[in-house]
């Protein structure tokens, strides 16, 4: 089931048209991911979708209704620009952010613990009360004793903390270490194995390929394309194939005696010692003739169909965009 439907959605600013009818849906227990450039109209579209801004043409969808404020309360939205409430503790900033999307305390407090635990945070509590009440909940850490990625991960666990049914993320992974980055990716996978419909915009296409069920790519204000992340890759081969072989006594430093071929497009040797080598496949050049030659040399260690990655599909969408 559709958890949010955009259905046309156009929105502008004075003169400049930010979303030209863009359509997309969001599935419970999916992950869609949005790339775009700086000001292909990204934000614009989640802040519409997190009830903050309307817009001006086209209709939006929550759960197979049209979209309300009412419906923010079971969502969560975690915007680029930070904020959190600078004179409230950890603890108090999580009471206020759980108890005004409908948690009660006693649920608030239960959510606050979990995810403290799961993310690692305990310790942001001080132990002077270890009843787990309220008490020790206000003697947690000010907000000014945390360094920007301890508020990034505060700010992440205050947008999650009612289990929302959508969540919002904008740019989820700025300012987070390698170590919490994971952390967090988790912590989303764990929500959509939940049914959580989740919708992200990043500029690291490692999270994109590894994360999301679904992309959409805008380019100033339009969709250029969307859909399954696999199938999006496929849809741009070009009918390569990618073979390695493992360096030989013979290979130190020569690639073998074919790395001329005409077909093929490309050739780089790897740290592990391999010669990883492109082709170009057609009627007159098969893969099954590129696997017999390749076997032929002997010491094949992988053979398979080259995908383009989402990036470079990224930076040529984009670059035909620009010159159309």
């Given at each position: 089931?559709?958890?949010?439907?955009?259905?046309?959605?156009?929105?502008?600013?004075?003169?400049?048209?930010?979303?030209?009818?863009?359509?997309?849906?969001?599935?419970?227990?999916?992950?869609?991911?949005?790339?775009?450039?700086?000001?292909?109209?990204?934000?614009?579209?989640?802040?519409?979708?997190?009830?903050?801004?309307?817009?001006?043409?086209?209709?939006?969808?929550?759960?197979?209704?049209?979209?309300?404020?009412?419906?923010?309360?079971?969502?969560?939205?975690?915007?680029?620009?930070?904020?959190?409430?600078?004179?409230?503790?950890?603890?108090?900033?999580?009471?206020?952010?759980?108890?005004?999307?409908?948690?009660?305390?006693?649920?608030?407090?239960?959510?606050?613990?979990?995810?403290?635990?799961?993310?690692?945070?305990?310790?942001?509590?001080?132990?002077?009360?270890?009843?787990?009440?309220?008490?020790?909940?206000?003697?947690?850490?000010?907000?000014?004793?945390?360094?920007?990625?301890?508020?990034?991960?505060?700010?992440?666990?205050?947008?999650?903390?009612?289990?929302?049914?959508?969540?919002?993320?904008?740019?989820?992974?700025?300012?987070?270490?390698?170590?919490?980055?994971?952390?967090?990716?988790?912590?989303?996978?764990?929500?959509?194995?939940?049914?959580?419909?989740?919708?992200?915009?990043?500029?690291?296409?490692?999270?994109?390929?590894?994360?999301?069920?679904e992309i959409s790519l805008i380019h100033q204000g339009?969709?250029?394309?969307?859909?399954?992340?696999?199938?999006?890759?496929?849809?741009?081969?070009?009918?390569?194939?990618?073979?390695?072989?493992?360096?030989?006594?013979?290979?130190?430093?020569?690639?073998?005696?074919?790395?001329?071929?005409?077909?093929?497009?490309g050739l780089r040797f790897s740290p592990e010692g391999?010669?990883?080598?492109?082709?170009?496949?057609?009627?007159?050049?098969?893969?099954?003739?590129?696997?017999?030659?390749?076997?032929?040399?002997?010491?094949?260690?992988?053979?398979?169909?080259?995908?383009?990655?989402?990036?470079?599909?990224?930076?040529?969408?984009?670059?035909?965009?620009?010159?159309?």
């Amino acid at each position: 089931m559709a958890v949010i439907q955009l259905q046309s959605v156009c929105k502008s600013y004075g003169n400049q048209l930010v979303s030209d009818g863009i359509s997309m849906n969001v599935q419970a227990g999916s992950i869609h991911g949005l790339l775009g450039q700086n000001g292909a109209g990204k934000t614009t579209l989640l802040r519409m979708m997190a009830t903050i801004t309307q817009p001006d043409h086209g209709q939006i969808l929550f759960q197979g209704e049209p979209l309300r404020d009412i419906h923010a309360h079971a969502m969560g939205y975690m915007p680029e620009e930070r904020g959190l409430y600078k004179r409230m503790s950890v603890g108090e900033q999580l009471l206020f952010f759980a108890e005004i999307r409908g948690l009660s305390r006693a649920q608030a407090k239960k959510e606050i613990r979990h995810w403290m635990e799961r993310l690692g945070m305990t310790d942001w509590i001080q132990a002077s009360d270890h009843s787990g009440g309220l008490n020790r909940v206000k003697q947690s850490k000010k907000l000014e004793e945390l360094s920007k990625g301890m508020a990034q991960k505060l700010q992440f666990l205050c947008t999650i903390i009612h289990r929302p049914k959508l969540l919002i993320l904008d740019e989820p992974f700025s300012g987070f270490d390698p170590v919490n980055a994971d952390l967090i990716r988790d912590v989303i996978l764990d929500l959509k194995q939940e049914g959580t419909a989740v919708v992200f915009s990043t500029h690291r296409m490692e999270n994109i390929e590894s994360l999301c069920d679904e992309i959409s790519l805008i380019h100033q204000g339009r969709m250029q394309f969307q859909g399954g992340t696999q199938s999006v890759r496929r849809a741009q081969a070009l009918g390569q194939f990618e073979l390695a072989l493992q360096q030989d006594s013979h290979l130190q430093t020569t690639p073998p005696r074919w790395a001329d071929h005409p077909q093929k497009t490309g050739l780089r040797f790897s740290p592990e010692g391999r010669w990883i080598f492109r082709f170009q496949c057609d009627d007159t050049f098969t893969p099954s003739q590129l696997l017999a030659l390749a076997q032929a040399e002997g010491d094949l260690i992988y053979f398979s169909e080259y995908l383009p990655s989402i990036h470079d599909i990224f930076v040529q969408t984009v670059q035909q965009a620009q010159h159309a």
